[in-house]
Structures are given as structure tokens and as C-alpha cells.
């Protein structure tokens, strides 16, 4: 994966036009739907008659009871309340307490969302439906072929703003403490400086960022993009004994809820990798996973609580250098404002950090970004949304 740093401008969009992963697909089946929130708006999935996906609100316009209740009957989504049966593009094709020919064929009563069926995911786009292009659909990308390569895929739901896990997958500084049961071999170690060799912009204009992290005497190698709000990719290049590897991460943050995220994580390995091998330690790996996000979601859902109460993050130094050039980039969009602003959260006041907080680490090898003052780097201008409220870190 190229390392290469492009310069581009920032594209005004809304936070709901990006396509988003809500289920594996082999998890939906044909006789039962399937129901699930994005951004706090109820939606129901199911199959039609061909098997292909189908997105609705999750609401009968009859008495508004939540269609994923109900079952699936020739490819029509069936309410549990009074029969009343959908299609795929919401018209109701029947009503039991009503003779056929007394219904309006081909009227539509629920609204659709545009839905796709791409690489072993169910996506939905929750903004403006005429801008939704399954070619734009983010799939991961596979490691080199000259690399073999051994895969995990899995999700899991943290009960969290989704911008506290984004925080947390692009910050490689919390490994030797959050994860130092599961990864003990790793970060053994009394020091761990977090050197920043590289910050800049995709050409789609989200942040990219390598990093450099001591270990034992020898260096491992983050590189970090993000590809939309939600979606941040990761190549590792670290160590396994006295052997190199490199893991390629693939970690989605599904804003549900408010308070509530949905994680996929996609590992790629170029080791313990051979075909006996990967089926000998996928459960092993599986665990470990389970392990790590466990440990992660501790703290994660930790802090919501703590921002739930009104704590403020108010001691950013140069290491969140990448985690604040991202919240730059969502407060550009075109509504910053609807449902998430980087941390909605009260500013702490300007010159609340020390310098001592953002020194340079060691002559002629700077911190990027300490050219910035201590002021810059918590003082809400140009960082985050200028009106923001706790509020919109609390549940529906």
C-alpha cells in the first residue's frame, strides 16, 4: 500500500452521504427481516423474491409498528400487527381487512433507502438517495498479491459516540497501556515515543498519517488513512519475535445510535499464513480480536460516560496530530453540525495545555506539528464545530 502523501481540497459534504456496512450478508436470510439504526432512524431489511436486499424505514403507515417484527412471505415484508404486506420499493400489495381491488396499487407508503449486497455486506446510504453509486461502495482492499495473506472479519457494537472509536483506531500511542494484557510481548517496554513522520491529505482530501513507535530497540511503522468519516484504513509493519510482519486493518465506525457503534474490523496477515496454518489459528485470532476490542470498548464507553456528564477533552498534544486534522475535515462538511461534530463536547479555554506538553522530544527530530502552540492544538478554532452541545452525546 503506497505511503504517498497527495495534497487536495476539502469536498463540502453531508455526514449521511457515505455508503455504510450494517450486517454481514449471509446473516439476513429470506423468511425473516432483518432491523437496524442508522444515525437514530430505524430501518428494515429484507430479501424480495429474487433474493436481492431491500432497505425500508422500519415503520407500517398504519399504525406505525416496526415492520422488522414481522416476518417475510413470497419476497413481501409481512407487519406483525395487521398483516399489512410491502414490497421492495414500499408499496403495500395487501391488506387483509381490505378487498384487493379497494387498494391503490403502486402507491408508495414507506420510504426506500438504496441498499447493496457487495463483498460479503449488506450497505445502505442514509443521505440524498440520488447520489448513492455502488461503485463508490468502499470495499476493502486486498494486500499485495506478491504477499500471501491470512484474513479476519468481524464486528462487534460499542456503546459509544462513533467518533470516540475513530479516535481510538487511529492512535497507536494507548496500545502499550489499553492492550497490555492481550499484546504483553509487544509492549514491553518503559518508553513509548510516538513520532509522526508524515500528516497530509488523500486526494479525496481525508487525512492520511504514518507514524513511528519504538519497540524493544527497533522501530514499527503505522500508516493510518482515512477514506471517509467512518472508515479508516491501517498497515502495521511491527515485529513478531525477531521476524517482520505487517498486518493490514480495514476498521469501520457505524453510527447506530448516538450511543451506540457498530465496529468492523477486517485484518490481513503475512503471517501464520499457509493453509493449515490459518485454520489452526483463526480461533486463536478470532479471541484475540474479541480480546483487544473488548480492552478498547472498557475505555470507550468509559469516556461516553464521562462526556455524557459533561467532561471536556481539554490536554490534546501533538500525537493527536492526524485526530485533529480529521475533525478539521468533518467540521468542513456541508451540515457539521447535524448529528456529529468531531467531539460534541464544551471547548476547554485557550492556553489550557502547557508547553511543556508539546516540547520538541529530542534536537532536530520535532513532533510534527510543533510549530503550532499549545493554544492551537485545544482551542476550538478551526478544530472543531463553533456550537455544539453535550446533548448530542446522549441517547434517543
Known amino acids: 500500500m503506497s505511503t504517498q502523501l497527495l495534497s487536495a481540497s476539502f469536498h463540502r459534504e453531508s455526514l449521511h ?55 417475510v412471505s413470497g419476497g413481501r415484508l409481512r407487519c406483525p400487527y395487521h398483516g399489512w404486506e410491502f414490497d421492495g ?44 453509486d455502488e461503485a463508490t461502495i468502499p470495499l ?19 456503546a459509544s459516540h462513533y467518533s470516540l472509536l475513530s479516535a481510538n483506531l487511529s492512535d497507536p500511542a494507548h496500545v502499550q497501556f489499553v492492550h497490555a494484557g492481550i499484546l504483553a510481548r509487544i509492549v514491553r517496554r518503559k518508553s513509548y515515543p510516538v513520532r509522526f513522520l508524515d500528516v497530509g491529505d488523500t486526494v479525496t482530501g481525508w487525512p492520511v498519517g504514518r507514524t513511528e513507535v519504538e519497540n524493544n530497540g527497533r522501530m514499527s511503522y503505522y500508516h493510518y488513512e482515512y477514506q471517509s468519516p467512518f472508515l479508516i484504513t491501517k498497515t502495521v ?48 485470532y478470532r479471541h484475540m480480536a474479541k480480546k483487544v476490542t473488548e480492552e ?20 490534546l498534544v501533538p500525537a493527536d496530530r492526524l485526530l485533529r ?14 448529528w456529529f461534530a468531531g467531539f460534541d463536547v464544551p471547548y476547554p479555554s485557550e492556553g489550557s495545555v502547557s508547553q511543556s506538553a508539546v516540547r520538541q522530544e529530542e534536537p532536530g527530530r520535532p513532533y510534527i506539528g510543533l510549530e503550532e502552540t499549545a493554544a492551537e492544538l485545544v482551542s476550538p478554532a478551526g478544530y472543531f464545530a463553533d456550537e455544539v452541545s453535550v446533548d448530542n452525546l446522549r441517547g434517543n
Not at 449488506?122 to 438517495?129: C, D, F, S
Not at 499485495?144 to 457494537?157: I, Q
Not at 503475512?270 to 485454520?279: E, M, S, V
Not at 468509559?302 to 481539554?314: I, P
Open 296 to 315: 478498547d470498548r472498557r475505555i470507550i464507553e468509559a469516556q461516553q460516560s464521562q462526556l455524557e456528564q459533561g467532561a471536556v477533552f481539554n490536554a
Open 140 to 158: 476493502p482492499s486486498l494486500p499485495p498479491a506478491d504477499e500471501p495473506f491470512a484474513a479476519l472479519k468481524e464486528h462487534y457494537d460499542i
Open 17 to 71: 452521504d457515505y455508503w455504510l456496512p450494517v450486517e454481514f450478508a449471509k446473516r439476513i436470510g429470506r423468511d425473516a427481516p432483518y432491523g437496524v439504526q442508522v444515525f437514530g432512524r430505524p430501518i428494515v431489511l429484507f430479501r424480495d423474491r429474487t433474493g436481492v436486499i431491500r432497505c425500508l424505514e422500519d415503520r407500517c403507515p398504519h399504525r406505525a409498528a416496526p415492520l422488522s417484527l414481522g416476518n
Open 325 to 338: 486534522r480529521y475533525h478539521r475535515k468533518i467540521n468542513m462538511l456541508e451540515r457539521p453540525t447535524d
Open 237 to 284: 509493519k511491527s515485529w513478531f519475535g525477531k521476524k517482520p510482519v505487517t498486518n493490514f486493518h480495514w476498521e469501520f465506525a457505524v453510527p447506530l445510535k448516538r450511543n451506540l457503534t457498530r465496529f468492523f474490523f477486517f485484518q490481513y496477515r503475512t503471517f501464520f499464513n499457509g493453509p493449515l496454518t490459518k485454520r489452526m489459528m483463526a480461533p486463536l
Open 89 to 132: 420499493c414500499g408499496r403495500c400489495a395487501r391488506i387483509p381487512s381490505v378487498a384487493d381491488k379497494e387498494i391503490e396499487a403502486g402507491r408508495q407508503l414507506i420510504r426506500i433507502l438504496p441498499a447493496a449486497e457487495k463483498g460479503g455486506m449488506v450497505w445502505v446510504w442514509p443521505g440524498n438517495p440520488d447520489l448513492a
